[in-house]
């Protein structure tokens, strides 16, 4: 049976995930959403009112916009009517994000252009831990600045995954009260990393102490004390198993979108697919699926579905995402943690090529970066040089 239609309601919430990256605010409290409706067959039309006519982020929330409610059960069909803001509307919406821009200054430190991925999976020990720091370097590779957090606050991996074991240092900023941390760097290729885990806080063996400590206040003290800059993206590894984590990031961080990893067994596709619903309800985006422990390729060229087949597409296909990836079961994948070297770093061989094409994917069609030469940071630089021409004026 086919769920019914969702109310327009409903939709809009959905579509206060969507973020304008120039303006840092979501559309709908922008104001660029003036009409949502549903009708009886499940057909979502949307209007949306860009700043501008031809503005370069057209494509972008469109894509957004598709993505978050196609998936919402009802739904057949999602249309967009494009608008054009008046000058007035336009002045208000600067004036909305300007205020937006200094409230959100106070809640998180992640620049609101950054792309943020979180890994999650419904159960441990699926390789969270290896996609998130092998995907991640294979976007710095690109020449990306990249963001690594490792939200698995007790159970921390990502330190020796990527072989960094130096304590995080605390400094001042100037106009900053309090101190702020300051993530771990480490170049890759053109790019850089900036990673972030209680494991340089703390001795691996002393771990369990943290258990205690409430998990999304972790994570929250992460986002707002940390010293991030300029990220083009940040990848954040999801502890197994917890909605607390992601609840925190729905709030905090509404446009976080969840990257599901699963393992061809059919089993674990419907545990993972409680994971993307439990995103749906907290309206984080499921950016995509991958699939990890594909198959086995001995040293005979023998190939072995240890873990069973289809899952990873079965639960993309149920979510209505994409595949991005099929991950094989790879000694070198093991290897490379252990070492602290991720394989997608510099390693040959079909894992190392499968974490290279994902982050490709998500670079070039799930999440591309935000273009900050679009049309409203234009905008809200003229508007800002206007008024501070108007002030300079004024006083002379
Ligand atoms: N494709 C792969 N080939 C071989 N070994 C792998 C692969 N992916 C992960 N592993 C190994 O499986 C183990 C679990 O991986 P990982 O720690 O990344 O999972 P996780 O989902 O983060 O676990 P947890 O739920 O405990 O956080 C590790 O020892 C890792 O090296
Ligand atoms: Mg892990």
């Given at each position: 049976m086919n769920a019914p239609p969702p109310?327009?309601?409903?939709?809009?919430?959905?579509?206060?995930s969507v973020i304008d990256p120039e303006l840092g605010a979501d559309i709908v409290s922008l104001g660029m959403v003036p009409a949502v409706s549903v009708?009886?067959?499940?057909?979502?039309?949307?209007?949306?009112k860009l700043t501008i006519r031809g503005c370069p982020?057209?494509?972008?929330?469109?894509?957004?916009?598709?993505?978050?409610?196609?998936?919402?059960?009802?739904?057949?069909?999602?249309?967009?009517?494009w608008g054009e803001m008046t000058a007035e509307e336009r002045s208000e919406v600067m004036t909305k994000a300007r205020w937006n821009a200094r409230e959100q200054a106070a809640t998180t430190n992640v620049p609101n252009t950054t792309r943020v991925i979180a890994v999650a999976s419904g159960k441990g020990g699926v390789g969270k831990s290896s996609v998130t720091v092998n995907v991640a370097v294979a976007v710095a590779a690109q020449g990306f600045t990249v963001g690594v957090l490792d939200a698995d606050i007790w159970g921390f991996s990502v330190p020796r995954l990527l072989g960094i074991d130096e304590p995080l240092e605390a400094r001042r900023i100037e106009g900053v009260d309090k101190p702020r941390i300051i993530p771990n760097s480490l170049p890759v290729g053109r790019g850089r990393l900036e990673v972030v885990s209680t494991g340089f806080l703390v001795e691996e063996s002393t771990a369990l102490m943290w258990r205690g400590l409430m998990l999304s206040k972790a994570v929250e003290q992460f986002l707002n004390d940390v010293q991030w800059g300029e990220l083009d993206y940040l990848f954040i590894d999801m502890p197994p198993g917890t909605g607390d984590v992601q609840m925190g990031l729905a709030r905090m961080l509404p446009r976080t979108d969840i990257l599901i990893v699963t393992t061809p067994a059919l089993a674990a596709q419907r545990v993972a697919a409680r994971a993307a619903d439990m995103a749906r309800r907290s309206f984080l985006r499921v950016c995509g699926v991958?699939?990890?422990?594909?198959?086995?390729?001995c040293e005979h060229g023998e190939t072995y579905a240890l873990f069973g087949t289809g899952g990873g597409q079965a639960l993309a296909d149920e979510i209505g995402v994409s595949l991005l990836g099929q991950v094989p079961i790879e000694p070198t994948v093991a290897a490379g943690g252990d070492a602290g070297t991720p394989v997608a770093l510099a390693g040959s061989g079909r894992a190392a090529d499968e974490f290279r094409a994902i982050a490709r994917r998500i670079v070039d069609e799930v999440a591309p970066p935000a273009n900050m030469a679009g049309c409203s940071a234009r905008m809200l630089q003229m508007v800002a040089a206007a008024l501070d021409a108007g002030q300079s004026g004024q006083s002379s």
């Open positions: 109310d327009a309601e409903t939709i809009t919430s959905l579509l206060r009708d009886p067959d499940g057909v979502v039309t949307v209007e949306v982020l057209r494509a972008q929330i469109k894509k957004d916009v598709e993505s978050r409610v196609a998936v919402h059960p009802g739904v057949t069909d999602v249309r967009i009517e991958v699939e990890n422990m594909s198959e086995f390729t």
